[in-house]
């Protein structure tokens, strides 16, 4: 079946800018994350979204990082104000369940995102 | 910080070799994941093993899990080129977040 799916897969904004990130989960999949990759590092969790739950949003490195997520599916990240240090790959997973017992999570490509 | 730290940073071996990469943590878990990513496939999860079991088996790769030591270590026996590639520990913290390790970037030379 289909995997996750991020769109766009580059997107090269001038600084200050807004930009929309898209991610489209697995059918089915009610927990869905957002992650941030800088050249050569790990991943740094952004943001999770549960269910109906509200958001766990204490990864979001500042007030210009905003995400939703409609109908339980498919989730947008929202960068306003873009600055340079915003450059990184974005990376979308989903998991069937989110809740502490862990279950695998399920990679999108990413977004690569280039502020320049 | 909740971040698992792994070690080496970085490995160079021969194809053949054996392969093996620590993952240590802080917090309590109920599982640990490892995940590879190289630039054709994104990043995929590869094993996980719960907090009652101490050592788990898929294909190639080992994981070992010791709770009272808070490690785990990812072998990979018969190394290949196509193993070349960054392997992440991952773990579920209190909250339901995924925390990743910073990774071993692993070489394999044909």
């Known amino acids: 079946g289909a995997g996750v799916s991020q769109s766009p897969s580059n997107k090269v904004t001038e600084k200050g800018k807004d930009v929309e990130l898209r991610c489209d989960p697995i059918?089915?999949?009610?927990?869905l994350y957002w992650y941030r990759q800088s050249l050569g590092q790990g991943l740094e969790f952004l943001i999770y979204f549960q269910g109906n739950s509200a958001p766990d949003k204490s990864g979001l490195p500042s007030d210009r990082f905003s995400a939703e997520r409609t109908g339980g599916s498919v989730s947008t990240l929202t960068i306003q104000r873009t600055q340079q240090e915003d450059s990184a790959v974005y990376l979308c997973a989903s998991s069937s369940r989110g809740d502490i017992v862990g279950y695998e999570q399920y990679f999108g490509p990413g977004t690569r995102l280039t502020v320049t | 910080s909740q971040q698992g730290e792994e070690d080496p940073q970085a490995l160079s071996i021969q194809e053949g070799e054996n392969a093996t990469m620590n993952c240590s943590y802080k917090?309590?878990?109920?599982?640990l994941q490892w995940y590879r990513q190289n630039s054709g496939r994104g990043l995929v999860h590869l094993i996980l093993?719960?907090?009652?079991?101490r050592e788990k088996h898929s294909g190639r790769l080992r994981v070992t899990l010791d709770t009272s030591k808070k490690s785990s270590s990812l072998l990979i026996t018969a190394s290949r080129a196509a193993d070349t590639a960054s392997y992440f520990c991952a773990f579920y913290n209190q909250g339901g977040k995924l925390i990743f390790g910073q990774g071993t970037e692993l070489s394999v030379k044909p």
């Open positions: 093993i719960r907090s009652n079991e």
């Open positions: 059918s089915g999949h009610t927990a």
């Open positions: 917090t309590s878990i109920n599982n």
